[in-house]
């Protein structure tokens, strides 16, 4: 069974803002992830960047008229450089290795099911990430959020 993902990964907190899964590794499957993530952002997200690789659907015309009307800078990597994408392999690999390989799934439906929950309660709420001082992603956000709204 072949199932692809697309993210869209908030890296000041790691969370995982966005996601989707499909059969077809196209616009459809990048525009689903970012339009999961401006609604959980809620709405218009001025200020915020999208930044891809170089072979990334994101350039297509519907994903980059999506973040224009949504207040989305867009940015892509240079050609070879691997330390832009980093945190969203990092986030792969952790799905890979976690969940996905130590288990079968009968069908797509149970796979898919069994990746939001992943992403949903383990990843985002119940994994320490060294990168964030061995906090999840969702106590660094409420971390930054209380700062921020102390300043």
Request: net charge positive; charged share 20%.
């Amino acid at each position: 069974m072949h199932l692809l993902a697309a993210s869209v990964l908030d890296i000041a907190s790691r969370r995982i803002v966005g996601f989707a899964l499909g059969e077809h590794h196209d616009a459809q499957l990048a525009y689903g992830a970012l339009a999961m993530a401006v609604t959980v952002r809620g709405g218009r997200v001025p200020g915020v960047i999208l930044h891809t690789d170089q072979g990334s659907e994101v350039h297509l015309w519907r994903v980059r008229r999506f973040c224009s009307a949504h207040g989305i800078t867009t940015s892509v990597g240079r050609t070879g450089v691997c330390w832009d994408n980093a945190a969203a392999e990092s986030f792969f690999g952790a799905l890979k290795n976690e969940m996905y390989h130590r288990q079968s799934f009968p069908d797509r439906a149970r796979a898919r099911f069994a990746i939001a929950d992943y992403i949903k309660v383990f990843y985002n709420r119940r994994r320490l990430h060294s990168t964030l001082g061995y906090r999840t992603p969702l106590e660094a956000l409420t971390q930054f959020k209380t700062a921020a709204t102390a300043a």
